[in-house]
Nanobody, 120 residues
Framework: QVQLVESGGGLVQAGGSLRLSCAAS????????MAWYRQAPGKQRELVAA???????NYADSVKGRFTISRDNAKNTVYLQMNSLKPEDTGVYYC??????????????WGQGTQVTVSS
């Protein structure tokens, strides 16, 4: 079983910054993809950024140049540095990882979500 613990959300003014963290624990053998999604009120959950084990990453067009995803493989942790935040960045941010955990096959796991609120 894999557990994901997210932290770093909160309330910030437009133009400010936040750093989200998501730490994975359990009988993890390897983690392939680590990603951040978000869901705004009344909207579908959307991919914000993803990073693979080799370090390559991709971003939603709406956050390119403002957000940076990174990972610490030794700590099984993924980060999302969010700069120049806008009110439209408001939502619940979820961590999602694709992991191989004994005795499970390669599976996707979701975190519980952390609220990010950007005031104008």
């Amino acid at each position: 079983q894999v557990q994901l613990v997210e932290s770093g959300g909160g309330l910030v003014q437009a133009g400010g910054s936040l750093r989200l963290s998501c730490a994975a624990s359990g009988s993890i053998f390897s983690i392939n993809v680590m990603a951040w999604y978000r869901q705004a009120p009344g909207k579908q959950r959307e991919l914000v950024a993803a990073i693979i084990s080799g370090g390559s990453s991709n971003y939603a067009d709406s956050v390119k140049g403002r957000f940076t995803i990174s990972r610490d493989n030794a700590k099984n942790t993924v980060y999302l540095q969010m700069n120049s935040l806008k009110p439209e960045d408001t939502g619940v941010y979820y961590c999602k990882i694709q992991a191989l955990a004994i005795p499970e096959p390669l599976v996707w796991y979701w975190g519980q979500g952390t609220q990010v609120t950007v005031s104008s």
